[in-house]
Structure formats: structure tokens, C-alpha cells
């Protein structure tokens, strides 16, 4: 299984528009973060786990030509405001599938309300196969996909188990029974926006906390703020096993 970090930033990105903070200003190409999103490869299959603004470019810019569907972890802008840009997909392999929260898919009904039209619909317009995900582990590929239910403060948000690897992001809380989901994990991928608190999101302190619980061999950090601080300097304060994630990254599970 390949997982290649397609965007690592929180949801404004890195640099901030017409921000002059250090980080944003970073000539270091690991303090450039697109909107956080990953794509999955394994056999023949491909997919993303959200489809936020920068999707046209995190698509060029690791020349992907086909993807088998987007997983959705929540609603929120910076995760689900590139579902237009799947029209290439869409033209060339028709319907794409997308798998979310029965909530997250009438979210996307409400914005994107030409894409799910079925009458005078507009030539162009995409097409997608809707499959609610509810807590239960479904069938992707030729896999079983275990979704997570965790919570960006009170907001759900699903992460996702693929065998050895998960993906968590925008999480602030996990339950008990949810952390259960995630024994064995080999590497884990999971939130860190910043060093001072915030309501929905683990800072630094609580992702390494969160790490430290679940014990993966390897874990990357993500949805990074630019008040992390720079790349270079924060990973080599971080313990061997953890590595703050980057875009363009590609790891191999
Ligand atoms: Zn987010």
C-alpha cells in the first residue's frame, strides 16, 4: 500500500494569504501546505480521502490519471470544496464513487446541488455514486475499509483503518471503544495544528499523547497550522517514531 500525503495543511493552507508570519513566509518547500488530503493506492485500486480546494493541483502535481472514489471525513470546506474538479475523472471512467456520512452526503447535496440533479441536468456536469458510510467497516477495492468515529468538537468526523494503516484528521476527541479500532495499527496518520490548544483540534501535546496510547510503529503528523512552527525545526524535537508529514510525501505501508 502506497499513501502519498497530498496536502498537509490546516484550512486556510500554508502560506496564509497575505500573511507575514515566518512559517508563511518559509523558502523551505516543507513549510508549503496545500489543504489535507491523502491518496491510496494498493493493487490496482486508487483513492483520496477528501477532495478539499487545492484538488486540481494535488492531482497535476502527482500526475494522477484515475482514481476509484473519495472518501469523505467530514464536511467541512478545506475537505470537500474540490468535488468539482473530479469532471476529468468523471469524463473519462463516468460516475465516481464518493463514501461518507449520511449528513456529509447531504452536505454536498446543498453545495454542490447540480452535480446531484437528476432532471435538466447540465452536460459537464460531474456524476457520483453515493455510499453512506455508517460505523460499520465496508467493502473498498478488493478490502475492508474500518471507519473510526471520533469528533472535531462536537462535529463527527470519520477516520479511517486500511489493514496496517489509519488516517485520522480534525480530531479533538476519540471514545474508548473507537481507540479499540485502531490496535495493531502499524502507522498511523493523525492531526497536530499547533502548540497552544484549540477546541476541535489535538495541538502537539495531545496528538504525541494520542500516539503514545495507540502505539503504531510509525505515525505522521498533519492538518498543520503555521503556528506549529517550521518543519525543519519541530520534527527534530519529535521522537524517532513520529515525523510531521508534507506534502508530496509518499510512504510505503
Ligand atoms: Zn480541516
Redesign the pocket.
Known sequence: MIVTFLGTG??QGIPIIGSTHPVCLSDDPKDKRL??SVLISWDNYQFVIDCGPDFRQQMLSNHVDRIDGVLFTHE?A??TMGLDDIRPFFFRQGDIPIYAHKRVLEALKKRFDYIFASENKYPGAPSVIENEIINEPFALGNIDVIPINTFHNRLQVFGFRFKDFAYL??VKTVEEKEKLKLKGVKVLVVNALRIEPHHSHFNLEEAIAFIEEIAPEKAYLT?ISHMLGFHEEVEKQLPDHISIAYDNLKITI
Open positions: 490546516t484550512s489543504r489535507v467541512h478545506d475537505h484528521t480534525d492538518h
